[in-house]
């Protein structure tokens, strides 16, 4: 079983839909949880951090849930930019290494 | 843009060959993690260098090494190159005294083998 486990994907959705992504993670100690996002040929970039209280950045929601180790990551009106892939990525506590999943592409379409 | 730099930027190597990809993390950053990035999937841990001193190791074989500088920059180096080593080398550079754990990557280094 894979660490981090996406949806799969591609979503192909119209300027304006909702969109959801989940994530799921094997590991219990798992202590910090992000979504990063990564355009095309380009360097993962931060988008939120995700915390168990939920957060909300603009048209972004982030959720995690500990019992069930699932993370999701809801995009509200979405936009032509927003075209991307999305990565779950969990780590342990302090300096240690991102464990990513795969990635959900989204395409975002006029 | 983060402050990390990563060069070259592209670089195409024949199977067998060695390749040393260079990493300049962010004022302030002492450790650096390495991550390999084949097409279509996520980035996979390589290894992570804390103050000069390698500090985490993910499945990659031996011919994988790297090294860390006084000045915290880093270097990975691949021996014996194969064609699957083709991928997109990143370089993440972060603190323990930073927020949330939070890594800024460089654009990363795009290497085929042929």
């Known amino acids: 079983r894979k660490e981090v486990e996406q949806d799969p994907g591609p979503f192909n959705v119209p300027e304006g839909a909702t969109v959801a992504f989940n994530c799921t993670y094997s590991?219990?100690?798992?202590?910090?949880f992000f979504w990063y996002r990564q355009d095309c040929r380009k360097e993962p970039k931060l988008l939120m951090s995700v915390y168990s209280s939920g957060n909300e950045d603009g048209r972004f929601t982030a959720q995690l849930n500990r019992a069930s180790q699932y993370i999701s990551l809801l995009i509200r009106d979405s936009k032509l930019s927003d075209s991307a892939t999305y990565l779950c990525?969990?780590?342990?506590?302090?300096?240690?290494?991102?464990?990513f999943g795969k990635g959900t592409r989204l395409s975002v379409i006029a | 843009e983060t402050g990390v730099t990563q060069s070259p930027t592209h670089l195409i190597k024949t199977r067998g060959q060695q390749v040393t990809l260079r990493c300049s993390s962010q004022?302030?950053?002492?450790?650096v993690s390495w991550y390999q990035q084949a097409l279509g999937q996520g980035p996979q841990f390589i290894f992570q260098y804390y103050r000069e001193e390698e500090n985490g190791r993910g499945n990659f074989p031996p011919r994988f090494s790297g090294l860390q500088f006084p000045n915290y920059s880093s270097e990975l180096n691949v021996n014996a190159l194969e064609l699957d080593d083709s991928a997109l080398y990143l370089c993440?550079?972060?603190?323990?005294?930073?927020?949330?754990?939070?890594?800024?990557f460089g654009q990363g280094t795009r290497l085929t083998v042929v």
């Open positions: 004022s302030g950053h002492n450790t």
């Open positions: 990525v969990v780590t342990l506590s302090g300096n240690t290494p991102l464990v």
């Open positions: 993440a550079s972060s603190s323990p005294a930073a927020r949330d754990t939070e890594a800024f």
């Open positions: 590991n219990s100690a798992s202590q910090s």
